[in-house]
């Protein structure tokens, strides 16, 4: 299976038709149609349904995207990790987070290395803890940051001096919205909508479990997300309570939600982590170095 054929697979699973993607790749189009019979043939299995005009992905093909952009993607990284190496500090440092307001920490230290390093890029990935970690472990990016509760046994990390504070995010109509901060007992009775992160895990190491006691299972939840934005559609929508962290969500005065405080409050850390003995390109390695100097 040639990393040639699988771009062509996935430049015709995006453009959705022979032509465009064709157009797209400057190959003809009996070229790519041939490539694409020839891969078929390989896997076994049909990767098309074919129209007039048209090309779409059976469900073999679904699956194969997915493993093609993953073996695409670790192409490219390990084709620009050598790349660098060309140079003494040059290349791409991959990261993924989540949803935080203490990733101006790791801004600060980008801004200070693209002043001495303008050859370095940096690529960001938004997700979810369960995303990021994957990614990590299958070599797609060089760091995850996490906010806490996370699991972070099988990595290294490195934890920043920041701090995010944990409430609710509820509309201003809300009667909810008149008290300066929301309690255990106000939330018993509310349709809430909650982190997947947050409510993950075992009960003896969550803090966020541990913060409603016994009456966690008392918990209505009637929705659960992996990022803040679509919570916060839901929320402006009528259909719940988003339990999530300050400063993610938009709460100006021009926006029909706000944010309250939980009581007795509740913060979460952030921490970088990386694979235990990973072996960094140069810049990853000197990116490593200024968190560590700035932090550690």
């Known amino acids: 299976m040639e990393i040639r054929v699988l771009r062509y697979f996935l430049a015709i699973a995006r453009e959705g038709s022979i032509t465009n993607a064709a ?45 093609a952009e993953e073996i695409v993607s670790m192409v490219d990284k390990t084709e620009a990790e050598f790349r660098s190496m060309e140079s003494t500090v040059a290349g791409d440092i991959y990261i993924g ?21 303008p050859d370095i890029k940096y690529h ?18 060089d760091f995850g940051i996490l906010v806490q509760p996370a699991d972070l046994t099988k990595y290294d990390c490195l934890h ?21 901060a ?67 969500t938009n709460t100006d005065v021009n926006s029909p939600l706000c944010f309250r405080p939980l009581a007795p409050g509740m913060t979460a850390g952030l921490d970088v982590i990386w694979k235990k003995y990973q072996v960094f390109t140069p810049a990853a390695e000197l990116f490593l170095k200024r968190l560590q100097q700035r932090y550690a």
């Open 182 to 248: 929301v309690t255990r007992q106000d939330l018993l009775e509310l349709p809430l909508i909650l982190s997947r992160q947050a409510i993950g895990g075992s009960k003896e190491d969550n803090e966020f479990i541990n913060w409603f006691g016994s009456d966690f299972e008392k918990l209505n939840i009637v929705t659960t997300f992996n990022l803040m934005y679509n919570a916060t559609i839901m929320v402006e929508a009528g259909i719940g309570y988003a339990v999530g962290i300050d400063g993610i």
């Open 160 to 180: 920043l001096p920041a701090e995010d504070t944990w409430g609710v995010v509820m509309r201003k109509d809300s009667s909810l919205a008149e008290k300066s």
């Open 97 to 117: 987070g989540g949803e935080t307001r203490a990733i101006s920490y790791i801004a600060d230290v980008v801004r200070e290395l693209r002043g001495e390093y």
């Open 23 to 67: 157009n797209y790749l400057h190959v003809t189009q009996p070229t790519l149609s041939r490539q694409i019979k020839e891969l078929e043939d390989e896997v076994g299995q049909k990767l098309f349904i074919r129209g007039s005009h048209s090309m779409k992905l059976t469900q073999e093909g679904f699956i194969l995207r997915k493993r």
């Open 124 to 141: 960001l990935h938004s997700g979810n803890e369960a995303d990021v970690t994957e990614r990590l472990d299958r070599g797609l990016i």
